[in-house]
């Protein structure tokens, strides 16, 4: 079965800083990877996917993603953090022939002034 | 325009009555979903429908029945709600069945047990 594993619960970072989240998977042909990212009190939202071809996917606001096959990895980036960038992050893998999206635990995101 | 609406957006009620949440998409998708986010965030799937057509169905109590009158909607109903019930339900939409594609998600319903 497919499964996620977001290591970090809780990473704290200042504005300007670069932030990386950690995501890794469990999956038996090749995933099919999603970044969403759910602001207080909304819904999750997509922020890039990951099916075949350039490893390295753009996504909406100015986030990116690194999928590492040898390492069962989908890292997401971004460079410059916005306060508005605080937010609860969840990897997901789709694809399977159960036919459900397996999300990570997720990971929130504080900005300090 | 809202792809996925949910209604109600905050439901307070008391244990034991019953109560409905309303999802409806206008994106022409034909795969909807419910899932529960507890309060540590973590998100459970418990039902999808494929052209109103039950495809999962988690291991849910069976006081939580879902109903897709037509591929647009997929309500929630409830019934002799317990305060274990108390989370955030999220409506979600895709292209596909299987997750390859990405799921469109509502703003979620607020549901409180007193």
């Known amino acids: 079965a497919q499964s996620v594993t977001q290591p970090d619960i809780h990473i704290t970072v200042s504005e300007g800083a670069s932030l990386e989240l950690r995501c890794n998977y469990s999956y038996g042909a090749t995933p099919y990877l999603f970044w969403y990212v759910q602001s207080p009190g909304q819904g999750l939202q997509l922020l890039l996917k990951y099916f075949s071809g350039d490893t390295l996917v753009q996504g909406i606001k100015g986030f990116e993603a690194e999928f590492k096959r040898s390492q069962s990895s989908f890292n997401l980036r971004k460079p410059s953090v916005h306060w508005s960038d605080a937010a609860e992050y969840f990897c997901?893998?789709?694809?399977?022939?159960?036919?459900?999206?397996?999300f990570g635990a997720g990971t929130t995101v504080t900005v300090r002034a | 325009d809202t792809a996925v609406s949910q209604t109600p957006k905050y439901l307070v009620t008391q244990m034991g009555n019953d109560k409905s949440i309303k999802c409806e998409q206008n994106?022409?998708?034909?795969?909807m979903y419910w899932y529960k986010q507890d309060s540590k965030k973590f998100l459970k799937i418990m039902f999808s429908y494929n052209n109103k057509e039950l495809i999962i169905n988690e291991t849910v109590p069976n006081r939580f029945s879902p109903k897709s009158p037509d591929k647009a909607h997929l309500n929630l109903h409830i019934n002799s709600l317990e305060l274990g019930d108390s989370a955030v339900y999220f409506c979600?939409?895709?292209?596909?069945?299987?997750?390859?594609?990405?799921?469109?998600f509502g703003d979620g319903t607020r549901l409180s047990i007193l």
């Open positions: 994106l022409g998708h034909d795969t």
């Open positions: 997901a893998v789709g694809g399977s022939n159960d036919y459900k999206l397996s």
């Open positions: 979600a939409s895709s292209q596909d069945l299987r997750g390859v594609q990405p799921q469109h």
